[in-house]
């Protein structure tokens, strides 16, 4: 691509024109026109609104670009091929280490040391990349093809680049954990990553980089450096907007937006920002802005720590801030970071509980927090420490708390959630807490038709300690209820052949699996009504298949979620069918929820056995409970009612109601259970935070 200020030899006619490029116009005989005014050619930096001004900088025959622009022009292009030449010339001398090569090292200061000579091999590529992309980008809106292959070229240059480095670096970490004394230990914590958790990969790492902002929107403050008030573009004269960097203005812009997502762990004003608003006094605003920085920092440190790259250059930093502002701390290395900064909600979940549980101990405050480990077990990193294996105790309601006021987390998640419980009691602590809306509720009992929408019993069951993770219903016309006629042929002469099929809604969950007193009273209420329950219970702890159920069925068992018969009857209104005959032929009985082998329909447990069951809630499941399938009696009736009897037998099994359901029975006993539960859980809370308020499903 032709640089600045190069003559090329252009063909054609160029009789009449002017050394300044503009072509003379006439008005008239002997009289000549005003020259004509051309555009500069350059887009700013939004890349697609064109500068204003006029072009007086010639380039070629021609001016194409304001004093400005043909300024910054002539930086960028001398800039970028500066470093190209860096580029060629380290390439040509073939001194990047190959795998083979860095396997071979023994020596960790060496290793470091040549590791930030790649990562200048590494900056001369990104600046010839970033240069030649504003280049294509801004001044010169039809690359030629040596500029597009040179482009790709570099692209290659710098994916197999991040990787030599990444290399060099988990070398030199192996390395130092074996040399190290707390080595041993520093090997069993590295083994308990997450299932399926490994650092981001180069072209996530490259993208997280590239990661534009949008036009309009100004780059956010980066939060480490000085609030020094910069001059505005109109008060800066021609000569210092044509000094100016683009290849170091993109590389800050690039840096600043990642910083922006970093601010939380590095600037206290970040953080309690999210509080500015509130009525509560400074002091609970401080306080609690305290405790949210103090669990992203911890979780910032178990990253850091997890991830070779990042803790070989956090070794002798005193802060974050001392790791981010590291000349030797790149732009790959803040995308990475960023990267693994804001995947909370998948495999670092486990690790933002831990440091939950370890902000609380820094809190300091009296009663908040159970000891979680022996202060020996404790590793410094940057001004900090984290302990050196995950936390296996039950979490407290403030640190449930803390960590849903924390992460926010979306609908349909749930699932996720399970792995940070150790018991049952952190199990049911969680969903109390979802239940008392610090969580948006589950697809499965939330819908938009009231017919449909489980979302008040499935609450006041995870506020009793019955967990519900699906509810399930075949609608069936009401014209379907009862035998209905066929379109099969009787054999009998003036008779019909009637059929008949009765689907029950199915709740299924678990219950604690050892004998508790809640746990026997709600089972006692259940196996009361079978007029109203079908039930089948299965112990993790029990040998085999082995179930309990009860019900209306043969030898008090569960009837079938799905049966249907067929019989001959003579014809008959369909408001007055015969009365159903015959044996029913099972469809999916009740045992089959759990244990069913059809492709289409398997049961719960099969699927788990089979490895399917990824998104289920019980995947990550580290405890035994005892399984519950729950049926409706009646046949072809919607879950929730199913939902509200299962919810009314739960407070009556706890004392809060007696008798036979009634809807404001119901909603009395449910607030009163409601403000049981709520006061347990956030007992803890001081009482200058303001307390707790709900809505009373009674009024």
């Not at 002091?283 to 720590?305: C, D, G």
């Not at 940070?420 to 009992?445: K, V």
């Not at 449909?452 to 499935?458: I, K």
Request: overall charge positive.
């Amino acid at each position: 691509m032709p640089g600045p200020g190069k003559k090329g030899r252009k063909k054609g006619n160029a009789r009449g024109k002017r050394s300044g490029g503009a072509t003379p116009r006439h008005s008239g005989p002997g009289k000549p026109r005003e020259p004509e005014t051309i555009p500069c050619q350059t887009l700013e930096e939004d890349e697609m609104t064109r500068c204003d001004k006029p072009a007086t900088e010639p380039s070629y025959s021609r001016p194409e670009r304001c004093k400005v622009h043909q300024g910054q022009y002539r930086k960028l292009y001398k800039k970028y091929k500066d470093a190209s030449k860096v580029v060629d010339e380290t390439k040509q001398g073939n001194a990047i280490p190959t795998m083979e090569q860095i396997a071979r090292l023994h020596d960790v200061s060496a290793i470091l040391e040549k590791g930030r000579w790649v990562r200048k091999y590494l900056e001369a590529i990104r600046v010839e990349k970033v240069g030649r992309d504003i280049h294509q980008r801004r001044f010169f809106l039809k690359p030629d093809d040596g500029h597009k292959i040179r482009l790709k070229v570099l692209a290659k240059d710098m994916v197999k680049t991040i990787e030599t480095l990444d290399s060099l670096h988990t070398r030199a970490f192996e390395l130092y954990i074996a040399d190290n004394p707390a080595s041993e230990w520093a090997k069993s914590f590295q083994a308990e990553n997450p299932p399926g958790w490994e650092t981001p990969s180069t072209d996530d790492i490259i993208e997280g980089m590239s990661s534009k902002i949008k036009p309009g929107n100004p780059s956010p403050p980066t939060p480490m450096e000085p609030a020094a008030k910069q001059p505005s573009q109109a008060e800066l004269e021609e000569e210092d907007l044509s000094e100016i960097d683009l290849i170091d203005l993109k590389q800050r812009a690039q840096k600043n937006q990642i910083l922006w997502t970093l601010e939380p762990i590095i600037n206290p004003s970040s953080v309690e920002s999210f509080n500015t608003l509130s009525t509560l006094e400074p002091s609970v605003i401080e306080a609690t802005a305290t405790t949210s920085r103090h669990v992203l920092q911890q979780y910032a440190r178990r990253i850091i720590f997890h991830e070779p790259v990042l803790f070989m250059k956090s070794l002798n930093k005193e802060s974050f801030k001392d790791l981010l502002l590291d000349d030797d701390f790149s732009l790959e290395d803040l995308s990475r970071f960023a990267l693994l900064f804001n995947k909370e909600l998948g495999l670092g979940l486990l690790w933002l509980k831990d440091a939950v549980m370890e902000a609380l101990i820094m809190s300091g405050r009296a009663g908040t927090s159970a000891n979680v480990g022996d202060p020996k077990n404790r590793i410094k990193i940057l001004g900090g420490w984290i302990f050196n294996r995950g936390h296996t105790r039950t979490m407290s309601n403030e640190g449930w708390w803390t960590l849903f006021m924390t992460s926010q987390f979306p609908a349909n998640i749930e699932n996720r959630l399970v792995r940070l419980c150790n018991d049952y009691d952190d199990m049911i602590s969680f969903l109390s807490f979802a239940a008392l809306g610090m969580m948006p509720p589950p697809s499965f009992c939330h819908k938009e038709n009231p017919h449909l929408n489980a979302l008040a019993p499935r609450n006041l069951l995870s506020l009793s300690g019955v967990i519900i993770t699906d509810m399930v219903s075949t609608s069936v016309p009401p014209h379907m209820f009862g035998p209905h006629p066929s379109k099969h042929k009787s054999k009998k002469p003036g008779c019909i052949v009637w059929a008949e099929v009765e689907t029950r809604a199915c709740l299924f969950g678990a219950v604690r699996n050892e004998e508790d007193r809640f746990t026997t009273a709600f089972l006692h209420e259940l196996r009361a009504r079978p007029d109203l329950f079908q039930v089948v219970t299965r112990s993790e702890t029990d040998p085999g298949q082995k179930i309990n159920s009860f019900g209306t069925g043969s030898s008090d068992s569960a009837l079938p979620m799905m049966r249907y018969r067929q019989f001959e009857a003579p014809p008959a209104s369909p408001q007055n069918p015969p009365e159903g005959d015959g044996p029913w032929t099972v469809v999916r009985s009740a045992v089959d929820v759990l244990f069913g082998t059809d492709n289409k329909f398997p049961g719960h447990l099969t699927n788990l056995s089979r490895g399917d069951s990824a998104g289920w809630f019980f995947h990550f499941k580290k405890f035994p409970v005892k399984y519950i399938v729950i049926l409706d009696t009646v046949p072809n009736r919607h879950h929730p009612i199913l939902a509200r009897h299962v919810a009314w037998a739960a407070l009556c099994a706890q004392g809060y109601a007696t008798g036979e359901y009634e809807s404001s029975k119901y909603c009395r006993a449910y607030d009163k259970l409601f403000e049981a539960r709520a006061k347990e859980r956030l007992s803890w809370m001081p009482e200058n935070w303001g307390g707790w308020q709900m809505g009373w499903m009674a009024n």
